[in-house]
């Protein structure tokens, strides 16, 4: 059972202390996870679409003339790279709004990880279609599938949902801190509820908020020493 905090903090942009402290700058309103979703799967159908082009002229079965072949080749790959990154994180940022339980650890992973599945959907059979081609030109041959590789590489790691957060745990931090200012850095990867905090010392800028606004920052665990000072538990804390 998580245990209230007891004690109701000032928001930054009341307190008398501000003048001494750190800018502040109110967080963005939490947002519609809806047109998110939507926007990511637009961008990977993009991403299908920008990849039979690359597949195409690798047959040569597509040429805009005014380029050649492997300059051709690379760009549908590259831009086939940006769509499913940009895609994935529209996904990530609507399940930081909306999360899912993690009762079913399967579909937990699956659906925070749809940016990943559609990283290898969108070079996977480029790459075994590349290489099962007994017919293309072997410098071109390497070339496209060196390329699609790193695509692959450097896409899962941007796709990946690193810091993933379920509905259970995103409902306990609004029960425990619900009414709270809590506080968040420009690179940190918690959020606080005390601006004061000694791991806030360095920091130029505070962005503060409620805990909602917090997650969907990508901000979901608690920091410690806040939660020790506070005596708060069944909240998930920083690592």
Not at 3 to 25: C, N
Not at 26 to 39: C, D, H, I
Not at 110 to 134: D, E, Q, S
Not at 203 to 217: C, D
Request: hydrophobic letters at 45%; a neutral charge; glycine letters at 6%.
């Amino acid at each position: 059972m998580a245990e209230k905090k007891t004690k109701k903090y000032v928001a930054a942009e009341d307190s008398t202390q501000t003048a001494t402290r750190q800018p502040r700058k109110e967080a963005k309103p939490v947002g519609n996870p809806g047109p998110l979703r939507f926007g990511a799967v637009v961008l990977w159908v993009l991403a299908l679409a920008l990849e039979v082009c690359a597949l195409m002229v690798f047959l040569g079965k597509l040429d805009l003339k005014f380029v050649a072949q492997i300059p051709q080749l690379i760009g549908f790959l590259v831009l086939d790279l940006i769509a499913v990154i940009v895609g994935a994180q529209l996904w990530k940022k609507a399940n930081h709004i909306d999360p899912v339980s993690e009762k079913n650890q399967l579909k937990f992973w699956l659906w925070n990880n749809m940016g990943l599945i559609a990283m290898a959907v969108c070079f996977f059979p480029f790459i075994i279609l590349v290489l099962t081609n007994k017919d293309a030109d072997k410098k071109t041959k390497t070339i496209a599938t060196v390329a699609a590789v790193i695509c692959l590489l450097i896409g899962g790691v941007a796709s990946y949902d690193w810091n993933p957060v379920s509905e259970e745990m995103k409902a306990a931090a609004v029960d425990v801190l619900e009414g709270e200012t809590v506080y968040w850095t420009t690179f940190g990867k918690v959020y606080h509820t005390h601006d004061d905090c000694s791991h806030l010392n360095r920091s130029e800028t505070l962005t503060y908020g409620t805990v909602e606004q917090a997650i969907a920052a990508n901000r979901v665990r608690l920091c410690k020493t806040c939660a020790s000072r506070d005596g708060v538990s069944g909240v998930a804390l920083e690592d």
